[in-house]
């Protein structure tokens, strides 16, 4: 590899907003086999709305218990529901002994009682009884929404669905590095059912649902057995494991500073179209050198 032509290289590609730590990067990118994409804020826009809100009781006091649980949480969807909260101008209360179960919901006491909120599996292995709204669950999920369930006193009180679009140029990129030979699978914290849809939304064959936040890195490193190089993208501070596991790490630009810091490759403005250029960029600047 010569020198100038890696510079050269690294020019055009900062140019076209896809930013390398530094040449040995530009050399590896076009050789990813497969590349493994976060969902939440790298497939989709990570800007998650409540979308609908299923309860018996009343709609605006069952909101406002909800997003005062979670407005001690950092979580994507624990802001979509305060949003919600925030535009209905509802009021919230003060919370006593928030925890957050990473992965799986949070909870606190609200006005005196216990507060419970997270997925349908969370919620189940806690031991409470979803039937009753495991219709209503399950088909919205099928539309890929992510559905969390609000328990109050061991009973459950309802359900809030969330929605986060896909980025726009998302089934695009997918499409364009199948046909350069590179595969593509999805890595989500969310449950199978919405990992499903916004997989086939995306066009992506592959995906693996429910993974916890630690379980990143060894998907990553099962996806390199047999000398695969593989690539990762991801924009949260949960992916910053499996960017350093992966050959290659790839950081969406508007992604946390650990995620950055962390990757070989980083996307500015979040665009994956940024992926498509980093293979192909790498690939004709090592031909040049050939
Ligand atoms: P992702 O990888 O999609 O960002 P996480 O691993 O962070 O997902 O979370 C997995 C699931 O746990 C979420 O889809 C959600 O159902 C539940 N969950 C996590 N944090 C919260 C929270 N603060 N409030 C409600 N549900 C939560
Ligand atoms: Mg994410």
Redesign the pocket.
Known sequence: ATPTSIMAGSGRAAEAGVLFRSGVHLEHAGGVQIIAL???GTITRGEPKVTAIVTGENEAEFLAMAASV?QL?E????QA?VAAANERKLTLAEVQNFR?S?????EAMFSGTPVL???PR?IAERGLDLAAFAEKTAALEAEGQ?V?AVVRNATIAGLIAIADEIRPEARAVIAELKELGVETVMI????ERTAAAIAAKAGIDRYYAG???EGKAGIIAELKAGDRHVGMVGD?I?DAPALAAADVGIAMGGGSDIAIETADVALLGSDLKGLVRAVRMSRLTMRNIR
């Open positions: 976060d969902k939440t979670e949480s979580h994507p969807l624990a529901v957050v990473p992965g799986g919901g949070v909120i997270g997925s969370f992510t969390v989500t914290g969310d449950n993974v916890k936040p949260g949960n």
